[in-house]
């Protein structure tokens, strides 16, 4: 990925991560829906990807943080689909979640992401991406 590209995803959190931060200090304390800790988990999330995005002595640290943040997610979801089904287990209707749904989830998000969190490299897509990784650069799955 182009280092300007990586700029560009790093500016984008960074601007959401204040943008959210706006407006957990502008709701006034006692209403109802006021969002609670769980808003600075997803700040901190973005604020992470945008260090991955940096070039830093704390970018392989970052990006197994968010590995395992995104596996943690994904095999949650999994877990609470085997759980407590959806009565739908071959789609999902109107907008809820099915178990079809969740194990496609951890196969294209959660291996590759716990992949990251327990080795610090992205993995190697030889055979599956030749199509779309540049002929010249970085070789794919290089260390941080």
Do not use: H
Request: charged share 15%; with cysteine; proline share 6%.
């Amino acid at each position: 990925m182009g280092r300007g590209f990586r700029m560009a995803i790093a500016l984008f959190c960074i601007l959401s991560a204040v943008g959210f931060i706006a407006i957990q200090f502008s709701i006034p304390a006692g209403v109802e829906g006021t969002p609670n800790g769980r808003i600075w988990v997803f700040i901190a999330f973005l604020l992470l990807i945008a260090v991955v995005c940096f070039e830093s002595p704390l970018r392989g640290i970052a990006a197994r943080i968010v590995g395992a943040m995104v596996f943690t997610g994904c095999l949650g979801f999994l877990v609470s689909e085997i759980r407590n089904p959806t009565p739908v287990a071959t789609g999902a209707q109107d907008g809820k979640e099915s178990l079809l749904y969740s194990i496609m989830a951890f196969i294209m998000f959660g291996a590759p992401c716990a992949y990251l969190a327990f080795t610090g490299r992205y993995p190697k897509w030889r055979y599956l991406g030749t199509s779309v990784r540049k002929k010249s650069g970085n070789p794919p799955g290089r260390r941080f």
